[in-house]
């Protein structure tokens, strides 16, 4: 099991911005990739953003496209998700997710290895 650590979440108005972060045990033959996914209330957790641990391949969700980065820092362990504009339909649990070769690298059920969440709280 990996274990993964989610911080940077908050509450904050909408059109501000947010960096969370998932600290992870480093690149192994375990995993190679590192996403975030989120979760609102009543809704099915959404897969947001996804990074390999090589950096060559990012993807975000279309839903976020153009407001949401995901990038990482190998020297520290940790992937990070830019979060700008934020709007009230982005608030959410969001979790951090690592996994070897995910089929669906934006689908939940690729993952195995789960973060406990960070809280994301958009105000209009």
């Known amino acids: 099991q990996v274990k993964l650590v989610e911080s940077g979440g908050g509450s904050v108005q909408a059109g501000e911005s947010l960096r969370l972060s998932c600290e992870h045990p480093g690149i192994s033959i375990t995993h190679n990739a590192v996403a975030w996914f989120r979760q609102a209330p009543g809704k099915e957790r959404e897969g947001v953003a996804v990074i390999y641990t090589d950096g060559k391949i990012t993807r975000v969700a279309d839903s976020v496209k153009g407001r949401f980065t995901i990038s990482q820092d190998n020297n520290k362990n940790t992937v990070y998700l830019q979060m700008n504009s934020l709007r009230p339909e982005d608030t959410a649990m969001y979790y951090c997710?690592?996994?070897?070769?995910?089929?669906?690298?934006?689908?939940?059920?690729?993952?195995?290895?789960w973060g406990q969440g960070t809280q994301v709280t958009v105000s209009s």
């Open positions: 997710a690592a996994e070897s070769h995910p089929v669906r690298p934006l689908a939940p059920a690729s993952y195995t290895n």
